[in-house]
């Protein structure tokens, strides 16, 4: 019963980055949550590659980059997950104790993730402007190079 921070980071760095960053970031944090988890290999990783690509998407097209949209794709991204794996281990599996699963383990281990998506953003949004700013100096820089 631990939050898995690793969906809000997967949603923090498609808020800002391209989607072949963010389609590696989802690889590699899905393995990562594969491997904590004890879930079959690449079950998250896909997971976490569709969320982190439509993420991406919808702001690009769509969404501001702001905390409420930030918050609602979060809590999505992490009630889908809890939800395909309630879905998996009951109806698919049926492992044993099912019957208590979603109350003991994925509604208390998504409500700590949602809490967790907080701490996420306040770490990750001085980081992403701090690299934004290095960017667009570095980009001044070759433009004045460049002329």
Request: proline share 2%.
């Given at each position: 019963m631990q939050p898995m921070c690793v969906i809000p980071a997967a949603i923090c760095i498609s808020m800002n980055e391209d989607m072949y960053f963010c389609m590696a970031a989802g690889v590699i944090g899905g393995f990562?949550?594969?491997?904590?988890?004890?879930?079959?290999?690449?079950?998250?990783?896909?997971?976490?590659?569709?969320?982190?690509?439509?993420?991406?998407?919808?702001?690009?097209?769509?969404?501001?980059?702001?905390?409420?949209?930030?918050?609602?794709?979060?809590?999505?991204?992490?009630?889908?997950?809890?939800?395909?794996?309630?879905?998996?281990?009951?109806v698919i599996f049926q492992t044993a104790g099912r019957e208590v699963l979603w109350e003991r383990y994925l509604l208390p281990s998504a409500l700590w993730t949602l809490a967790a998506a907080l701490i996420i953003w306040l770490l990750y949004l001085p980081l992403s402007r701090l690299l934004t700013k290095r960017v667009r100096s570095m980009d001044a820089a070759a433009i004045r190079r460049d002329l």
């Open positions: 990562g949550m594969d491997l904590a988890c004890g879930t079959p290999l690449g079950a998250n990783a896909i997971f976490l590659v569709i969320v982190s690509c439509t993420v991406c998407l919808l702001f690009e097209e769509i969404l501001r980059r702001s905390f409420l949209h930030y918050l609602l794709l979060t809590a999505a991204a992490v009630f889908a997950q809890a939800g395909l794996t309630y879905l998996f281990r009951t």
